[in-house]
């Protein structure tokens, strides 16, 4: 079994609570180093994991004779220079999501990967995890019948860091950083399972708003698509709702039933039909991404195949720069 030996390149809240540890957990897979461009954070991450090496620069980093797989957990804006440098040196990336900040950068990161040979996966790990994989199979199975439409719900309060001053707002609400609001981070997650599952959207349109003023990003949208199997759906997203209005669901409408279910706080999926109404509870893995790494690593090593590459990522890209009118 090939040893994989991993450098990461960003060391912050999701290394440490959903990805990080996995990639200790694989059977054949350890982490060797890691970089941050502050020296102290690269150096505490690496000492309280256990890892023998840290960095402030990401290509000494990639140049690490020991590295031979790098994953990227910094905001979007660098993914694709970052995955681009990892690939060239010959070593196998994984990028948090989004792929990029914008479609036109994911669509250098697959030529480089296809130029090179070298592939790049994305970190929808979503996609594999228990409750979601539920979610798909009651779809097809059937239980609600033929598909007829999708509604992605969600609202959510501001968050008292949005309340700060230009200079210390979160990176999530700076456009140039992270591809927009709120919404470029979160909706992704959202898109990304309606496309596993329909597949890829061909038409996207929307509208967006900043009605709370806390800063200059979107903070309201409202979005149509269609799928290429002829599925249409709509979407809205509000950042800046009073608490009482707080929801977070896709609706799955049947010509049979209705599915609805959570995408981050995994409420119960719910289940309509003409028996009557059934809740599933299903429990996922302490680190969510787990599924994913562990797949990617059995990739690597030639035990399995990821679907989950750069290529199956960027239609989510070129659905979200359509609905807030970038491309």
Request: negative net charge.
């Amino acid at each position: 079994m090939k040893i994989l030996k991993w450098g990461f390149i960003g060391c912050g809240e999701v290394c440490e609570k959903k990805s990080g540890p996995a990639f200790s957990e694989v059977p054949g897979s350890e982490v060797v180093a890691v970089m941050s461009r502050t020296a102290e954070k690269a150096r505490s991450y690496a000492q309280r994991h256990g890892v023998p090496r840290w960095y402030t620069d990401a290509q000494e980093l990639i140049d690490d004779e020991e590295v031979n797989a790098v994953y990227v957990a910094t905001p979007p804006s660098s993914h694709a220079t970052y995955a681009i440098m990892a690939m060239r040196a010959g070593k196998p990336v994984y990028v948090e999501k989004p792929l990029e900040s914008n479609y036109e950068d994911c669509a250098r990161v697959n030529r480089v990967s296809e130029q090179t040979g070298v592939p790049c996966f994305v970190a929808y790990y979503r996609r594999y995890l228990p409750y979601f994989q539920r979610v798909k199979e009651i779809v097809e199975q059937g239980t609600i019948g033929r598909v007829q439409n999708v509604q992605i719900r969600f609202a959510w309060p501001p968050r008292e860091l949005d309340y700060g001053n230009p200079e210390t707002l979160p990176w999530r609400l700076q456009p140039d950083i992270a591809g927009g609001g709120y919404f470029y981070d979160l909706a992704p997650h959202q898109l990304d399972l309606l496309q596993w599952m329909f597949g890829v959207i061909l038409e996207a349109r929307g509208i967006c708003a900043n009605r709370g003023g806390l800063y200059k990003a979107e903070d309201t949208v409202s979005a149509v698509f269609q799928f290429e199997n002829g599925l249409v759906g709509s979407g809205s997203w509000c950042f800046v709702a009073h608490e009482s209005a707080r929801v977070d669901r896709i609706l799955i409408i049947g010509n049979e039933g209705l599915l609805s279910f959570s995408v981050f706080d995994y409420a119960p999926i719910e289940l309509h039909t003409s028996q009557g109404k059934e809740r599933f509870t299903v429990e996922n893995p302490s680190y969510v991404q787990y599924p994913l790494i562990k797949n990617v690593c059995e990739h690597l090593q030639g035990l399995a195949v990821c679907t989950c590459t750069s290529v199956s990522a960027t239609p989510v890209n070129w659905a979200l720069d359509r609905i807030l009118g970038k491309y």
